[in-house]
């Protein structure tokens, strides 16, 4: 099942790329909430890279699937709380969820110097929607510069999660907003390539506007069920 699964998913992102001109589009897979031999099942038919909303429920998982699958790529997708930022640090190899500086400095001050730089996003509330997380985006620049400033993060692009629709197509105007501050941002950061926005319901849209990388759940490992 997780090899179909997989094979699907991964054959409508390239058909959604190739319909909208787009160069091949990353899958990030949503595994919170998922079981490690769920995450397993999926790395053994090829997947490489997950995505968490829990800092220690990913260090459990990551640690369970060290010896049978190593070189797992971990992205941190949730909001990130500032005690929970050393953890982070060290189990993660992306950050998609950084919105305020107390995060940069924590995360910049806690990654291991044995590793390599940390990946970071800057998560964007585009749409200012009330009690979301994401800065602004007239703070985006501030912050970027912040990141760029630390030898220990490596900038690479933007996350977003729009205003849930019913109807996905009017969550298209949230997208070419996040495409918009994301071309911006590449023009003043060498480094920048990763704009990560859609999910199971909207990522044909989101690629056709720009993303470089989905963040799919519910196609991959059905409905969850917490």
């Given at each position: 099942?997780?090899?179909?699964r997989?094979?699907?998913?991964?054959?409508?992102?390239l058909?959604a790329?190739d319909a909208?001109g787009?160069p091949?589009?990353?899958?990030?897979a949503?595994?919170k909430?998922?079981p490690?031999?769920?995450?397993?099942?999926l790395?053994?038919?090829g997947?490489?890279?997950?995505?968490?909303?829990?800092?220690?429920?990913a260090?459990?998982?990551r640690?369970?699937?060290a010896g049978?699958h190593?070189?797992?790529?971990w992205?941190?997708i949730g909001?990130l709380?500032?005690n929970?930022?050393a953890?982070?640090?060290?189990?993660?190899?992306?950050?998609?969820?950084?919105?305020?500086?107390s995060?940069?400095?924590a995360l910049?001050?806690h990654r291991p110097?044995?590793?390599?730089?940390?990946?970071v996003?800057?998560?964007v509330?585009?749409?200012?929607?009330t009690?979301?997380?994401g800065c602004?985006?007239?703070?985006?620049?501030a912050?970027?510069?912040r990141i760029a400033?630390?030898p220990r993060?490596?900038l690479?692009g933007?996350?977003s999660?729009p205003?849930?629709?019913?109807d996905p197509e009017?969550?298209?105007?949230?997208?070419q907003?996040?495409?918009?501050l994301?071309?911006?941002?590449?023009?003043?950061h060498?480094?920048v390539?990763?704009?990560?926005?859609?999910?199971?319901?909207?990522?044909?849209?989101?690629?056709?506007e720009g993303?470089t990388?989905v963040?799919i759940g519910?196609?991959l490992?059905?409905a969850r069920?917490?």
């Open positions: 099942m997780s090899n179909d997989l094979r699907d998913v991964t054959q409508r992102i058909n790329a909208a787009r091949p589009t990353r899958l990030l949503v595994s909430t998922q490690a031999d769920a995450v397993a099942a790395a053994t038919a997947q490489r890279a997950f995505g968490e909303n829990y800092v220690q429920e260090a459990a998982k640690e369970a699937l049978t190593p070189g797992l790529e992205h941190l909001h709380q500032s929970k930022a953890l982070a640090a060290e189990v993660f190899d992306w950050v998609q969820s950084i919105d305020r500086p995060l940069v400095d910049a001050r110097t044995t590793r390599g730089p940390l990946n996003l800057v998560q509330n585009a749409e200012g929607e009690g979301k997380a602004r985006p007239e703070d985006l620049p912050l970027a510069r400033a630390e993060l490596l690479r933007l996350m999660i205003v849930p629709h019913a009017q969550r298209r105007p949230a997208f907003h996040m495409r918009q994301f071309e911006a941002l590449a023009a003043d060498a480094h390539d990763t704009l990560s926005m859609g999910m199971s319901d909207d990522f044909p849209i989101a690629i056709a993303a990388l963040r519910t196609a490992f059905g069920t917490r």
